[in-house]
Nanobody, 115 residues
Framework: QVQLVESGGGLVQPGGSLRLSCAASGDIDNIYFMGWFRQAPGKQRELVVGITRDGTINYVDSLKGRFTISRDNARNTVYLQGNSLKPEDTAVYFC?????????WGQGTQVTVSS
């Protein structure tokens, strides 16, 4: 089992930035992918950005340039950096991890972009 704990989020002004953290614990040695997803009210959950074990970053074309992911292997933590935020970026953001047999989700953290 893998546990994911997110932190960060909150209210951000349009044009502002966010930085979310996701700390992984448990049986993390077989994780091959970690990523950030988001879900806005009435919409499906969608990938924001992900990173594979070898460091390859999977961007979503429509979000590339504003969102990126990084990781700190010593802390078993991945970070989501979002810039130039828009009201349509308002959503619950979820951390995701995958190993050979399972997929894991964090509890989600609300990000609201509003003035």
């Amino acid at each position: 089992q893998v546990q994911l704990v997110e932190s960060g989020g909150g209210l951000v002004q349009p044009g502002g930035s966010l930085r979310l953290s996701c700390a992984a614990s448990g049986d993390i040695d077989n994780i091959y992918f970690m990523g950030w997803f988001r879900q806005a009210p009435g919409k499906q959950r969608e990938l924001v950005v992900g990173i594979t074990r070898d460091g390859t970053i999977n961007y979503v074309d429509s979000l590339k340039g504003r969102f990126t992911i990084s990781r700190d292997n010593a802390r078993n933590t991945v970070y989501l950096q979002g810039n130039s935020l828009k009201p349509e970026d308002t959503a619950v953001y979820f951390c995701n991890a995958r190993d050979l047999t399972s997929e894991y989700w964090g509890q989600g953290t609300q990000v609201t972009v509003s003035s």
